[in-house]
């Protein structure tokens, strides 16, 4: 048996998605698991740089096939570059593929579980949904796509499809778990899986040991930071309101590590309202990453309510293993909001909250016991429910059970029987 994941992006580039099927593979890997991974050879924030068609990485062999190089900057680029990779990567998984093997289909770019049906039915190979996200929802409620139009009923019914003939859907959220039963996945078909990060190699480090906190001048600070893709999906006018009432403490500094669709509107918006308490740097390389998490004091992470189903705050994650209080600006009853209350590792606000998210960062700032406590509580967490070892175990658990089952041989050749037309 071997295992493919197909995923847009895989290592070198640092994007969450590429992360976490980086992390998978590589895993299943040093367990003595054959691994292929299928992704683009572009990387997700420089299009125009190529890499290595065919290499191994952690023992995974990577096979990167033809992407588009139009990038994220405009959704009709965003839209090529997904259609060259769902005909690339149909055909790879087509070549790849045999009987009885695992394809953990991701889901960057969307649909991906739709291009891979027919090769992997053709072929009798067992298909997994890694649903990181979900498509088309996350385009409805971004407002790119009508849900009551015909490509969002057509995309909409394409993915339920996909699916139905799954032989697993894996949502990292309950409640996400639970709303796939409800558009037709099987019940013992949907499984919850939790995201993880590198428990390891983001241990706490104290603030004062960042070499990133120096570089940056903020020793003597109280720093609230935020580290990763600002999205649409994120919310952002709270952490300003909260910034423009701080903005007479100069002891508080809101650090912001990243880049994404909002970026250049944060930035604007911050000088507009002439909030000298940000300070904005660039996305750091991977041997960087435990120094960054350790540079703020506490970690912002926002995620609109509308918003709570489709997408995945992965950088959460991240926060709890760095042993950093969250932050967190959102749906006040949603999973990471009742996550972080319940194991008191950081506070919830709803997304009028600046006023409360200001108070907040005052408490903490004139409190190191209590944003300690947070932290502390935040790394347990993470050992206890959201650690590497437990994520693979998971996963191992779900392959096995998903290679053995009987009736997937008779699915694969339904599936194939539907793609030759007979």
């Known amino acids: 048996m071997k295992v493919i994941i197909v995923n847009r992006f895989f290592a070198p580039d640092q994007s969450a998605t590429s992360r976490m099927a980086t992390s998978l593979a590589a895993g299943l890997a040093a367990q003595g698991v054959e691994v292929e991974a299928i992704a683009s050879a572009a990387l997700h924030d420089d299009p125009s740089r190529r890499l290595a068609r065919s290499e191994t990485i952690a023992g995974v062999r990577v096979t990167r096939v033809a992407g588009g ?16 990779f769902h005909v690339a990567g149909a055909w790879r998984l087509l070549r790849a593929a045999a009987a009885g093997d695992v394809c953990i289909v991701c889901t960057d770019p969307p649909l991906m579980s739709v291009s891979a049906l027919a090769p992997l039915g053709l072929r009798r190979a067992a298909m997994v949904n890694w649903l990181n996200d979900l498509f088309p929802e996350i385009a409805f409620d971004a407002g790119v796509m009508r849900s009551g139009g015909v490509a969002g009923k057509l995309a909409l019914a394409l993915r339920d499809f996909s699916l139905r003939r799954a032989s697993l859907n894996v949502a990292p959220m309950e409640r996400m ?7 037709g ?8 899986i939790p995201h993880w990060s590198e428990g390891d190699v983001l241990a706490p480090m104290a603030a ?30 709270c952490l300003l309101a909260a910034a423009d009432a701080l903005r007479g403490r100069e002891d508080i500094v809101f650090l912001v590590v990243g880049g994404g669709h909002r970026l250049a509107w944060l930035q604007n918006e911050a000088g507009r309202r002439k909030l000298t308490n940000f300070v904005f740097k660039p996305l750091q390389p991977e041997s960087r990453l435990r120094e960054c998490l350790a540079a703020p004091d506490a970690h912002f992470v926002s995620l609109l309510p509308a918003f709570e189903i489709s997408v995945i705050p992965s950088k ?17 009853d949603g999973e990471i909001a ?29 409190d190191p016991a209590l944003t300690a406590s947070w932290g502390a509580n935040a790394r347990a967490l993470f ?13 191992r658990e779900a392959i096995v059970s998903c290679a053995a089952r009987p009736e997937q041989h008779a699915l694969s050749s339904s599936i194939a029987s539907s793609a030759r037309g007979q």
């Open 177 to 183: 778990a639970a709303y796939l039963k409800l558009r």
């Open 208 to 237: 004062r040991d960042s070499r990133l906190r120096r570089e940056w001048g903020l020793q003597d600070k109280f720093v609230v930071g935020y580290c990763g893709n600002l999205g649409r999906a994120h919310d952002f006018d």
């Open 69 to 84: 190089r139009f990038g994220r900057g405009r959704l009709i680029g965003r839209a090529l570059d997904y259609a060259v």
């Open 338 to 366: 009742r996550t972080v209350r319940e194991n008191a590792c950081g506070e919830a606000f709803g997304v009028e909250d600046g006023p409360a998210l200001a108070a907040c960062i005052r408490a903490l700032a004139a």
């Open 316 to 332: 959460f994650y991240g926060v709890l293993a760095a042993g950093r209080p969250t932050l967190f600006v959102g749906a006040t």
């Open 185 to 192: 996945a099987a019940a013992e078909r949907a499984v919850v």
């Open 383 to 395: 050992d206890a429910r959201f650690s590497r070892a437990r994520g693979l175990s998971a996963w």
